[in-house]
């Protein structure tokens, strides 16, 4: 008789053998646990184990809730995806006319990167240092093609929605979904990321530079003022995939419009792209990386299965593990 508990629990020591596993797994059906479990160290330097209430860097998984915190306010009128974004911030009003709303969740704007900036460091301390605006060194990025002519990854994009979700609601990006999303869901462990902040239970990054272990640089744009990305747990991570599911965050309407697909991707011919999500045959994942932290959540919505993936060593190729697990999980 097929046992997923026993078969997930295989393969993932399996994969940890030959891979060191720092972070942890969950993965449910609807609200119950079919596998859980911590691997590694939160703190290397004071022995302190990785759990199950750890709090993770999610990075670009926060453009799962940006997505849906603009839809929200799309189907109350507030913003309209067919807009341009210099509609909303003055800071925006020179981008591609062609630009709206709906181009930069889909990631068909053709803006340029801003992660694919040549030393970005650099860029951002000479931006600070010279008390520069952000959001118009965003504006002003390269762009790369033609609204809507086709897909490439872009955080300026969803970095600009940020910005206009804090402009139309009045309050900053945080306590924006704090209000929709975090509070009504009791996602107590879920917040802005700031690593020179004290976050009680929160892992540091990990990378291997020349075969030792070492504490990982912080994200790129860590020390630009802007709204940012997010920590969360696994356990929390789940509370927003059941409520994904159910309904009870997102109307139907809304979740139609952020899983239906818009465009294929440029590395994968199996995948194509929503709001947030990229989205294969049979399920949906959102991915986010930063030095020493990967975080990835992949949705089988036809099974109602959730499995949550977040790691603190930057090494760990979590698609990998997926794959093996992958058809155990669509059972």
Known sequence: MFDIRSEINAIVNDFHKDNHLSGAILLTQEREVLYEKAYG?????????????????????????????????????????????????????????????HHLLSHTSGLHDIYAVPDLRYEMSKLNHGKGDFLAYLSKQEQRFNPGERWGYSSTGFIMLGYMLEKVAGKSFEALLDEMFFKPLSMKDTGLHNPRQIIKKRAYGYTIDNGECRNAEDDKLAEIEAPGELYSTVKDLQLWCEAIDDG?????????????????????????????????NDYRWIPGGSPGYKADIWQFPERKRSLIMLWNFEKVNAYALFERMRNCIAR
């Open 248 to 280: 009870s965050i997102l109307s139907q309407a809304s979740r139609e419009l952020m899983f239906n697909s818009y465009a294929s991707v440029d590395f994968d011919p199996r995948l194509n792209y929503g709001y947030g999500w990229f989205l294969g």
């Open 41 to 101: 160290q939160a703190d290397v330097q004071f022995g302190v184990d990785n759990t199950l209430e750890t709090k993770f860097f999610v990075a670009s998984v926060t453009k799962m809730f940006i997505a849906a915190a603009v839809l929200k306010l799309h189907e109350e009128g507030i913003l309209n995806l067919h807009a341009h974004p210099g509609s909303y911030l003055d800071q925006l009003q020179h981008v591609h006319r062609g630009i709206t709303l």
